[in-house]
């Protein structure tokens, strides 16, 4: 599966849209990208994947470039509940791992 | 309510002591993994099950078992416990093992083995 790269660390004001970049520079045509988030040693929690286009649902979007090397998570009304680490996932088509790497600390402050 | 459970929740025990991690799911999934996560490393699969009496390594298997006699349920066997199996476990579950399936996780288990 291909490497992600994340910022370790992020700040958002509580209300405004959090913006949370993901590289996957070495991506290939068949791995999707996923994101979970996980609050404070609780189980991960699946938010959202896409392949290559746009994707929204009730949490979140997902902005995944043309050339698919990187990509957006965006909470658009961020609350203190959303403090947590979000992980960038890149994963095969059929693949069942799912491989965590460091992840971004958001930390949504009033 | 669609849920991953795990039992116990928290665990201390000693070196050698046998003991199971319970891992039950009740959304008629056919694929389950055990994850274990430590400061640093992240997130590392253990075992997984496509299904029933189907189970293959993970990533970091050593000192481990894991049986898949029932599609609900996918225990985590220490036969022998050290130290170094000191961790916060996850089950997770999924409907099949594929990119297309999200992952759903139980609420974890702390073990630390003295």
């Known amino acids: 599966d291909a490497k992600t790269t994340q910022p370790p660390s992020m700040d958002c004001a509580e209300g405004r849209a959090a913006n949370l970049p993901c590289n996957h520079s070495?991506?290939?045509?068949?791995?999707?990208v996923y994101w979970y988030r996980q609050i404070h040693s609780q189980g991960p929690q699946y938010i959202i994947h896409?392949?290559?286009n746009n994707e929204t649902n009730e949490m979140a979007s997902l902005i995944i470039t043309e050339d698919r090397k990187s990509s957006t998570l965006i909470l658009p009304h961020a609350t203190l509940r959303d403090t947590a680490v979000y992980y960038c996932?890149?994963?095969?088509?059929?693949?069942?791992?799912?491989?965590f790497g460091g992840g971004t600390r958001l930390m949504v402050k009033p | 309510e669609a849920q991953v459970t795990q039992n116990p929740r928290y665990l201390i025990t000693v070196t050698g002591k046998k003991l199971t991690v319970t891992c039950s799911q009740n959304m008629n999934h056919e694929y389950m993994s055990w994850y274990r996560q430590d400061p640093g490393l992240g997130l590392r699969q253990i075992y997984y099950?496509?299904?029933?009496?189907?189970?293959d390594k993970g990533d970091v298997p050593e000192g481990y078992k894991v049986s898949r006699k029932e599609k609900r349920n996918f225990p985590l066997i220490l036969e022998s416990p050290s130290p170094n199996q000191t961790s916060l476990y996850f089950c997770a579950s999924s409907y099949r093992g594929s990119s297309y399936n999200e992952q759903f996780f139980g609420p974890g288990t702390r073990l630390t083995v003295l």
């Open positions: 996932i890149v994963r095969v088509a059929a693949g069942n791992m799912l491989t």
């Open positions: 099950s496509m299904n029933v009496e189907v189970t």
């Open positions: 070495t991506i290939s045509g068949n791995e999707y």
């Open positions: 896409g392949l290559k």
